[in-house]
């Protein structure tokens, strides 16, 4: 009896902390089909007006694709750092490992805003403040801790076994390497670059700090709309796409990889 | 695991990651230490090279009442939210942990969704919730249930919600693994002995679990006192935090110096908090042996 009490409650009580916890995405979906251009609840309509609003507005389209272009350096550079990184790491000994492991994995365990003082004074004394460059290597530091612990997960979980074994069998290191380690480490390294796109894409706090005028990224665009106009139906549209997306790569990224079970 | 590579090769595949970190992030954090005993000058925006307190003084002593309560505020508000986080967590997590296959999955994703999603797209949903005509408001005028709006923004009560539901992410994962750790056969054990499921839970889950829930209350705590974009657009401007009191001085006013000092202190002090707490833990651990 008192089982089932104790079932029920904790079943009931876990339902609520979830909706609690996705109370604002569907609060911005209920915002974003709202016609009304200043809000207000209950809503005189349903309307999808300003999904459209969102696709054509320019300032939005721009900040969506500055977004985009930052995280896809981002992302490429960060592969290209990370993924040599991360075997190096599996495979070898070397001085201050510990140290060094520490040092890329950073930027995922300080707290932001501080980086972000010390970045914005560190480029402005370099005149690299707002500069497409300085945002992209920032964000490359975002995602290199991504990419580098999924790949190390990854190959944790490849039995290097198989490399002898297929040695052993006549291929050079070469090969097994590229049939037999680089597909088993793939999913590591395609969850640790889509991961890391989205963190780079998503990120306020570093691109407020330092991207200046010139380069507004999405997340910065809707912080500055948000801080001068006030809440903005086409911020909030946007924004339900943005979530979606996320979500539809979650899901992929669930359904091909599993990829929860990384976390 | 040594195969006997050469230090060039090791070299080669550490060098770019290596070198990021050091230019991107290393680096700017010294001289973030470094500028934080500069002068300020305000007709340019490199600062004068010194060595000196000033900053700080002016941080802790002439304007302390103004910084140190900041810096207080921002303790309490988060120390709120960490609890309440903690609190939340444990059902939600329990039942998660309970789970198995593609549920489990799925409640992970959903769980993972904010937290993926970003601080900017979450304030702007409890905005559309909490504001005077919004969703919460809107529909309790029209239950008639409150008269005038309930004011949740631009004080500590939306900030505090916001934080919340923005970290239980970071508490719910790892107490997931944590509870997901605990030997199976504990809890039968305890049952078959007689023990009610609330006492299951509380003698043996809990305390087994808690030091993984610990750390991430520890997580959610930092996360909470270093958070930007909850506090800024939550509090309407009018709640002040570490992180944008530190926006205000670095980006707005441009007082590099300060602004560093401002954000180097309470570095400082956790860095001092976390070793005499080390050195503590390892009095008491000797003295248990003994």
Known sequence: MSEKVFNYSTTILAYLVLFFLLLPIAMIIVGAVNPAPIFSFPPKGVSLVWFNTFLQSKEYQSAIRVSTVVASYAVVIGLFAGIPAAFALDRYQFAAKNIVHSLFLSSMMLPRVIWAIGLLQFYSNLKMLGSLIGLILAHVMMVMPYVIRMVLASLSFVNRDLETAAQSLGATPRRSFLEITLPLVLPGIIVGAVLGFVVSFTDTVIAVFISGVRNITFPVRIYVQQRGQGLDPVAIAGSVIVILVIFMIEIIGEKLFKWSRFM | ?290
Not at chain 2, 222 to 241: D, E, R
């Open chain 2, 1 to 290: 695991m040594s195969t006997g590579k050469s230090v060039w090769y090791k070299a080669i595949l550490l060098s770019p990651a290596v070198l990021i970190s050091l230019f991107v992030f290393v680096i700017p954090f010294f001289q973030l230490v470094i500028f934080s005993f500069w002068r300020y000058r305000p007709s340019s925006n490199i600062p004068e090279p010194a060595f000196s307190l000033a900053n700080y003084s002016h941080l802790l002593i002439t304007e302390g009442s103004y910084y140190l309560g900041v810096y207080w505020d921002t303790i309490r508000i988060g120390f709120i939210a960490t609890v309440i986080v903690f609190i939340v967590s444990y059902p939600l997590s329990w039942y998660i942990a309970r789970q198995k296959g593609m549920k489990k999955g799925i409640l992970i994703l959903l769980v993972m969704l904010p937290m993926i999603g970003g601080g900017m797209i979450q304030t702007l949903g409890w905005i559309v919730f909490l504001m005077p005509y919004g969703v919460l408001n809107g529909s309790l005028r029209e239950l008639g249930i409150i008269q005038s709006s309930l004011k949740l923004l631009g004080n500590d009560i939306g900030v505090i919600i916001g934080l919340v539901q923005s970290f239980i992410p970071v508490m719910v994962l790892p107490l997931v693994t944590a509870l997901g750790s605990i030997n199976p056969v504990l809890e039968p054990a305890a049952r078959s002995l007689g023990a009610g499921p609330w006492k299951v839970f509380f003698k043996i889950t809990f305390p087994l679990s808690l030091p993984g829930a610990i750390a991430g209350a520890l997580l959610v705590f930092l996360s909470n006192i270093t958070s930007f974009v909850t506090p800024l657009l939550l509090g309407l401007g009018k709640v002040q935090m570490f992180a944008t009191v530190s926006y205000t001085m670095g980006v707005e006013v441009m007082n590099y110096p300060f602004a560093s000092a401002f954000a180097f202190f309470p570095m400082v002090v956790i860095l001092v908090g976390w070793l005499g707490f080390k050195n503590i833990k390892r009095l008491i651990h000797s003295k248990a042996l003994n």
